[in-house]
């Protein structure tokens, strides 16, 4: 067999905290050959994008190669000089960023951030690569291909935005693309999209690809082989059949479970039963612009109503609307049948309480500053104007709560908490307030699954032993079908269908929900094949047909 | 539009806080024009006729009103020659606050445009420099050369120049008295030193912001991206950096740039430089307070002027708000 184009041994990789070097990547090997693509997979802080930054002889700032060799096509990029390896990237290898809109300048046009890798790297001129560039667009299938490129990041979707990247990654004919979480940051219908066009292209150019993803599904869609990293250790490397059929070690086997999580069914809903919120025929608008049209929707004591929906579709705006942080422009909310005052300046502090939030982001939802027992005692002395002791025996008794040993975290800034502990401080503030009543703002997408799922199961006992009500925003479906009593599905700011669980993960659906419950991507390799040859390949893009 | 009408909103308030600031001023023109041994009935009379008898109210709105129409109103200094030697046919010489300022004013717009010609190139480029070689010997000694630059006072810069490069060197003259209807390249030379003064103090603000404003943005993900596709780091910097620390630089530059029109009141009065400045000063001195008042509000404008220039301009290095979606 020939030489591989890529060839990783014995790496170390370190990073710097606190004056020390720590290690980051404990002797990794990897081997890819042309064409092949090899998918890394792992929790956050595995090392994935590290690994997939080093082969490209990249390290980040404040990290570095200690040992080993990256040897691209017979150069050994940790010792060849910057010169050198400025030479390779962006012309031989190339790179995929997760967040295609951070990672396009804002301040130039996409056609003139295509074209500066190959007129910079003498590839081709700028007038050959512009017309490449229109080409590569309508391979991806991009729509407008002739007009895109001349548009700038703000004023393109994410999704075309991520196809965008991936043909600039393509413009010089790399042999080597790192992707790095390329579908992330996407909404599942758009994920199909650039699932299929980024498989395509690779193949159709035969490029190899390093593939990173935290999603086992995306990975099978995706690669060749796999890699398992679990915190800079390699787990376990084989093909992809093998690995989704027989993993070999635990740790790969306990990822593969998390997706079995699901909370046994409740009896359904009393009849006549006053539920504990209640949206009216909810009309609301930014500025003049109506985003969300005629909503309405019950949430029953003791259950959970998940609000599913492509970002933009108004799940967040519908929280907004609850929270009275957005005053509805017609219709109004309902707590315990009573009618809310839509201004949340206007209800009184007991209507405030009943109605927590918990965020996303927990690490921007937490105010750096202030120490665990401060963020959590003050809404206790808001709400319940407890004080001295009392206060401190009630903060001790909501990090017990959420599973963290008090006496151990009391003093800890959100700094010093991974973040799954930190989305649970989160949960500690909500409950603080004694609420019934709790919207959980997509609370796990920002996590790694097996966290996640621990976050899951933590809110899950929560509303069994207090007789929580949970509105639980989100875009994935796998967390609806763990958690949610009741789904409500969402699509440009109009409820397109709503009902039991049971009900809604079978057919018949609206078309919108089973268009949504398919681009869920499956463990089975073949899923993505079967899925395209199902709906007909005209039906992803929405553009026009591969011409070529 | 909107910032326009804000602007001159906030220089009628200037405006009124420039009259009551002014008028706070111990002692007025009467007394500071007669000296200590005026008689009572002397400083009455001289107050009488210019006026200042009145209350604050009325003449603040007859001078906002007479300055909206452009009369800034006659110079005490002038008013009092024509009344005291009776002379009204000396009247017609007497020249207004305007005639006193205009020429003034030019100077001082035009050792103000000799500076920022100098320093923002400098400036921008150093900050670029900088950023591309943070951290080496050179990014340090810039730094400090042009820290210690702007912490020094001016008139101390002033002379440590006039001796390296007048007295020691005689490369540019030491005054700077440069009058109407002389050649551009010798008032150039006169007005060299004064403007490396004035360099030397504006130059490391908006150089520090330049590099802070660059720096900060190369752990951007776009900055990643583009070293990634192995452009040079100059590249980097000059094309994917800069375009977008641009908003924060331009609104140093403008702070920078009024300064130049606004602060350089010891600096004329070091170089003998006729600007606006110098007028200012001598002004204050004899409570000559329409020119006073006047300076003031010129000082206000250009800030004010400035400023909104800096903030349509960020609104136009901006992609985002230049093409909304």
Redesign the interface.
């Given at each position: 067999m020939s030489e591989p184009l890529l060839k990783i041994r014995n790496l170390w990789i370190e990073g710097r905290s606190d004056e020390t070097w720590n290690p980051i990547i404990n002797g990794v090997d990897l081997d890819l050959n042309r064409g092949e693509v090899v998918g890394l997979i792992g929790e956050s802080g595995a090392g994935k994008s590290t690994i997939g930054?080093a082969s490209?002889g990249?390290t980040?700032?404040g990290v570095r190669i200690s040992e080993g060799s990256v040897v691209f096509d017979g150069v050994d990029l940790v010792t060849a000089s910057a010169a050198d390896?400025?030479?390779?990237?962006?012309?031989r290898i190339?790179?995929v960023?997760q967040?295609a809109a951070?990672?396009?300048?804002?301040?130039?046009k996409l056609m003139d951030q295509h074209t500066?890798?190959p007129v910079?790297?003498s590839v081709s001129s700028k007038a050959e690569s512009t017309e490449d560039g229109i080409e590569l667009y309508r391979r991806l299938r991009l729509p407008n291909p002739e007009e895109i490129g001349f548009?700038?990041p703000?004023?393109v979707s994410g999704g075309q935005l991520q196809r965008a990247m991936t043909a600039m990654a393509m413009a010089c004919r790399p042999d080597l693309i790192i992707f790095d979480e390329p579908t992330t940051a996407l909404d599942v219908t758009t994920q199909i999209e650039v699932l299929a066009s980024i498989r395509d292209i690779v193949e159709q150019f035969d490029t190899a690809a390093i593939y990173i993803t935290h999603d086992l599904a995306v990975v099978a869609q995706m690669a060749d082989k796999i890699k398992v990293l679990l915190k800079g250790d390699e787990v376990e490397e084989s093909d992809t059949r093998t690995m989704l059929s027989a993993p070999k070690e635990e740790y790969t086997k306990s990822l593969w479970a998390v997706r079995s999580f699901e909370r046994p069914a409740k009896p359904s809903v009393i009849t006549g039963a006053t539920p504990v919120v209640s949206v009216k025929t909810v009309t609301a608008a930014y500025g003049t612009t109506d985003v969300l049209h005629d909503v309405s929707f019950d949430i029953h004591e003791g259950r959970t109503v998940a609000v599913v929906g492509e970002s933009g579709s108004g799940k967040s705006t519908t929280a907004r609307c609850i929270t009275g942080l957005l005053p509805p422009r017609i219709g109004h909310i309902e707590f315990d049948g009573m009618q809310l005052p839509l201004d949340y300046r206007r209800r009184d502090k007991m209507q405030l309480r009943q109605a927590q939030m918990i965020y996303q982001m927990a690490d921007t939802a937490l105010n750096p500053r202030k120490t665990i027992g401060e963020t959590i005692g003050r809404p206790v002395e808001f709400y319940l104007r407890l004080k001295g002791k009392e206060k401190r025996a009630k903060v001790d008794a909501l990090l017990a709560e959420i599973e963290l040993e008090p006496t151990e975290y009391f003093n800890r800034l959100p700094s010093e908490l991974s973040g799954g502990q930190k989305q649970r401080i989160g949960i500690a503030r909500a409950l603080a307030a004694e609420p019934k009543f709790i919207i959980c703002d997509e609370v796990t997408s920002a996590l790694d699954q097996l966290v996640a799922e621990g976050i899951l199961k933590l809110l899950a006992k929560l509303q069994d032993q207090l007789g929580l009500s949970y509105m639980f925003i989100t875009h994935d479906l796998a967390t609806v079908r763990a958690i949610s009593d009741e789904v409500v599905v969402m699509k440009d700011g109009k409820v397109v269908e709503q009902g039991e669980k049971a009900e809604m993960f079978q057919p018949p659906h609206h078309p919108y929900t089973d268009l949504l419950l398919s681009s869920v991507p499956e463990m089975d390799p073949d899923w993505l094949d079967d899925l395209l040859k199902e709906r007909g390949v005209d039906n992803i893009g929405d553009a026009a047909v591969d011409k070529m | 539009m909107q910032r326009l009408l804000l602007g001159l909103v906030t220089l009628f308030v200037v405006s009124i806080i420039i009259f009551v600031a002014v008028n706070a001023l111990p002692g007025d023109f009467a007394e500071a024009i007669l000296g200590q041994g005026a008689t009572p009935e002397a400083v009455n009379a001289i107050r009488e006729q210019l006026g200042l008898n009145q209350n604050a109210v009325t003449r603040y709105f007859s001078w906002l009103a007479g300055a909206i129409r452009g009369d800034l109103g006659v110079p005490l200094s002038q008013a009092l020659f024509a009344g005291n030697f009776g002379t009204t046919a000396v009247g017609t010489d007497v020249t207004t606050v305007v005639d006193q300022i205009i020429p003034r004013l030019k100077n001082t717009l035009f050792l103000a445009g000799v500076s920022a010609a100098i320093s923002v190139p400098l400036a921008v480029t150093l900050g670029v420099l900088t950023a591309l070689y943070r951290n080496t010997a050179f990014d340090k000694s810039m730094n400090v050369t042009t820290l210690s630059a702007i912490s020094s006072p001016e008139f101390f810069i002033a002379y440590i120049l006039i001796l390296f490069l007048a007295v020691l060197n005689p490369v540019f003259p030491s005054l700077s008295n440069i009058f109407p209807g002389m050649e551009f390249s010798e008032r150039l030379t006169r007005t060299m030193l004064p403007a490396l003064t004035l360099t030397l103090a504006v130059t490391a603000q908006m150089m520090r912001m330049t590099r802070a404003a660059i720096i900060n943005l190369l752990a951007s993900p776009y900055i990643e991206m583009a070293r990634l596709k192995g452009l040079s780091p100059m590249r980097v910097i000059v094309k994917h950096a800069l375009p977008n620390a641009l908003a924060p630089i331009i609104t140093v530059i403008a702070l920078n740039l009024a300064f130049l029109v606004t602060g350089v009141v010891v600096v004329e009065v070091v170089f003998v430089y006729p600007g606006i400045g110098q007028l200012f000063v001598d002004s204050v001195k004899i409570r000559d307070i329409p020119v006073v008042q006047a300076c003031c509000l010129i000082f206000a404008a250009v800030y004010i002027l400035l400023n909104l220039t800096a903030d349509i301009l960020s609104i136009i290095s901006n992609p985002r708000l230049r093409h909304p979606k």
């Open positions: 930054l490209m990249f980040r700032d390896k400025r030479a390779l990237l962006g012309k190339a790179y960023a967040s951070a990672s396009f300048n804002p301040a130039h500066e890798g910079q790297h548009r700038y703000h004023q | -």
